[in-house]
């Protein structure tokens, strides 16, 4: 189980590097091949910076069907208005439909407390509390957190 959790976290730290290289070529105007070549500016500090959590989650059984809804909402809702927001992917346990995992990544402590005030946050925050059995917030660390750019090179070959 805990080899399956940390295979999404390490293909979700992939699409976040993905995803802040591509609003990098985006607003520099620049082909993926230049990125690759040159690097990102300050990629270590970027990577360095991100906070990355892991929300253990288990849900009454008889509010499971509502509580997927309204976090599978407020994840891609997060991504797409946030500009700190790297990642919100919910997860569930096959073998316990009651148990959620949400892998968050956000580029760094004020996006995530900025993430905290919005409107479809706090919609979604207070509308799911009476669903929810029981919450852990898990910070997680890379080990290597140079390795991410790494891992973005080898994906855009």
């Known amino acids: 189980m805990l080899i399956l959790i940390l295979?999404?976290?390490?293909?979700l730290v992939s699409f976040a590097l993905c995803f802040t290289v591509y609003n990098y070529m985006k607003k520099e105007q620049k082909?993926?091949?230049?990125?690759?070549?040159?690097?990102?500016?300050?990629i270590h500090v970027l990577a360095r910076d991100m906070l990355v959590r892991l929300a253990v989650i288990e849900v009454y059984p008889e509010y499971l069907e509502e509580y997927l809804?309204?976090?599978?909402k407020?994840?891609?809702e997060s991504v797409e208005k946030e500009p700190g927001v790297v990642c919100i992917f919910p997860m569930q346990v096959?073998?316990?439909?009651?148990?959620?995992?949400i892998l968050e990544i956000y580029r760094n402590q004020k996006a995530y407390e900025s993430h905290l005030q919005t409107e479809h946050?706090?919609?979604?925050?207070?509308?799911?509390?009476?669903?929810?059995?029981?919450?852990?917030?898990?910070?997680?660390?890379?080990?290597?957190?140079?390795a991410m750019w790494k891992i973005f090179k080898k994906f855009l070959k």
Request: overall charge negative; aromatic content about 4%.
């Open 121 to 146: 946050f706090l919609k979604y925050k207070n509308g799911t509390l009476h669903m929810v059995k029981s919450l852990e917030l898990q910070e997680m660390q890379p080990l290597d957190p140079d």
């Open 31 to 42: 082909p993926v091949e230049t990125v690759v070549q040159t690097g990102l500016p300050n």
């Open 74 to 76: 407020v994840g891609g």
């Open 69 to 72: 809804e309204a976090a599978s």
């Open 94 to 101: 096959k073998e316990e439909s009651n148990q959620i995992r």
């Open 7 to 11: 295979s999404a976290i390490c293909g």
